[in-house]
């Protein structure tokens, strides 16, 4: 069984199979607003309003411009020869940093969910979720794991690389589920703001197409060809 994307019902399934009060936050936070899981571990308490259901999110963004060492032009990160003097600087690392936020609404039964985290949780840590990233993605496999999603069942359309459930997957879902929902240009530019990004450009690219659609699709061209399908087997 391979799988483009995570459905809501495996998300909630996943919720449920999590093994402790703060592994079901961080599989329903991060199914509910699809924030990275950078953007999860630097949430702080204090940037939860439970009262409005909006959460603060802090992003940084590191590794912004490349320095070409040969003549010093400043140039973007994907830049791969200096456009100044023509050298490649497809090694060189990027540098530099910016930190950006922004409100993003949080659904009850996550915030609860938090609530009831916070209250019974041990220790004084202002961090909602005090752990790495590779734990988070460990979490997230086993409770993949834990409904059946074992193995590389994640299948990148653009790619055709095969992978373990991972955070990542939740924020794809979120994408697929909205615009399938409402694909209009206001939830278009709703999503890019929750999402925290630019450019619809770059919210379009988390945006794959579901079995379900593409098998739409040829179905309509079939009616066009042939007349109505024939869901019989027969030929």
Not at 30 to 35: E, I, K, P, Q
Not at 53 to 70: D, T, Y
Not at 132 to 139: C, P, W, Y
Not at 204 to 220: C, F, M, N, V, W
Request: a positive charge; charged letters at 30%.
């Amino acid at each position: 069984m391979l799988k483009t994307y995570l459905t809501s019902d495996e998300i909630r399934k996943m919720t449920e199979a999590a093994p402790t009060l703060r592994d079901k936050v961080i599989v329903a936070f991060l199914g509910d607003t699809g924030c990275r899981v950078s953007e999860l571990l630097r949430l702080k308490t204090q940037h939860i309003d439970f009262d409005r259901r909006l959460v603060l999110i802090p992003h940084l963004k590191a590794g912004l411009r490349k320095k070409c060492p040969s003549c010093g032009k400043s140039v973007g990160r994907r830049q791969n020869f200096c456009p100044k003097c023509g050298k490649d600087i497809s090694d060189v690392t990027p540098e530099g940093s910016e930190e950006h936020t922004r409100l993003i609404n949080v659904g009850e039964e996550t915030l609860n969910l938090c609530r009831e985290y916070l209250d019974k949780r041990k220790g004084n840590s202002d961090q909602l979720i005090p752990l790495t990233r590779q734990m988070v993605g460990l979490i997230m496999r086993r409770c993949a794991e834990a409904i059946g999603l074992g193995g590389k069942v994640m299948l990148n359309p653009e790619t055709g690389k095969q992978h373990y459930v991972h955070p990542h997957n939740m924020r794809d879902s979120l994408v697929v589920d909205w615009l399938t929902l409402d694909d209009s240009a206001t939830s278009q530019k709703a999503l890019q703001v929750h999402l925290g990004h630019k450019k619809y450009e770059t919210t379009a690219r988390y945006q794959k197409l579901t079995p379900e659609s593409i098998a739409g699709a040829a179905d309509k061209v079939r009616r066009h060809r042939f007349g109505k399908e024939d869901t019989s087997g027969n030929s």
